[in-house]
């Protein structure tokens, strides 16, 4: 019992149902591919991706318990840890074989450690990265790892996965014309407790992105909202519109936008 203590993150507050009820997830959980899309879906619409406690200051925790109580309970949102750390949750209460895996940001030029975490799960016998925490450009539904080349559809984005020469999983975006990379990641499996250096990073030091600027992100079935400091742009079936607001509209624009209370 001892060896595998923080392998996986833990929680003895998890409730199945209230989990369901806080991503608005309705019928029955199924298995199978399309079973685990509705799940993703249903946390993607519902929780959003957020660094608003980065931005006050506080430590971000990666205890179970505090990110259920900060999601569940408080109905809030998070990043990568708390975001992808309770659909975690939700995977072992369901019994699906997953693991995490660290993973380097590539959207900006500058070298960049491996800083975000993302999972890896068999589903129906094959093997899908899962990520619900990278923000405006988070796949959508679980990506299975062996499309390599291949352009995978997720409503209005296209992705596609590629081998770098370093024999790493290259994930990538298309935006117009061109291929954007979003992150590189191998298969080494981690442990939750690993990730606690990169959470320090992302929450305290001032190159982290989390730590120079508000953003809040909230995909729905047509397209994602995401407030970036003074700024909301809304992105309905492919088609961006972009507003500018005052310090003083920040609350009532996280409120109806973003359903967030803070």
Known sequence: MEQSKNHKIEASSFDLQQYLKRI?????????????????????????????DVQAGKVISLIGDDIVNQIVTKKRGGYCYQINGIFSLLL??????????AVRPLVNPDPN??????????????????????????????????????????????????????????????????????????????RWIDFKPANHYNYS?????????????????LGKKILSKNSLKSVTNGIAEIISFEDDQLDAILETEFNLKV
């Open 24 to 52: 608005n997830f309705e019928g029955e959980i199924q298995l199978n591919l399309e079973g685990i899309k509705k799940l993703m879906q249903s946390q993607i619409f519902s929780v959003p991706f957020e660094n608003i």
């Open 92 to 101: 072992q209460e369901i019994g699906l074989p997953h693991y995490y895996i």
């Open 113 to 190: 450690a491996k800083t975000h975490l993302s999972i890896v799960a068999t589903i129906e016998n094959e093997d899908y990265l899962i990520d619900l925490g990278f923000g405006g450009n988070s796949i959508r539904e679980p990506l299975k790892l062996s499309e390599i080349g291949t352009e995978i559809q997720h409503d209005f984005d296209t992705f596609t996965l590629v081998k770098t020469e370093e024999n790493e999983f290259l994930l990538q975006i298309l935006i117009g014309k061109e291929w954007s990379n979003l992150y590189s990641f191998d298969l080494n499996p981690q």
């Open 205 to 221: 030091h001032p190159d982290s992105v989390f730590t120079q600027k508000l953003i809040v992100v909230l995909q729905n079935p």
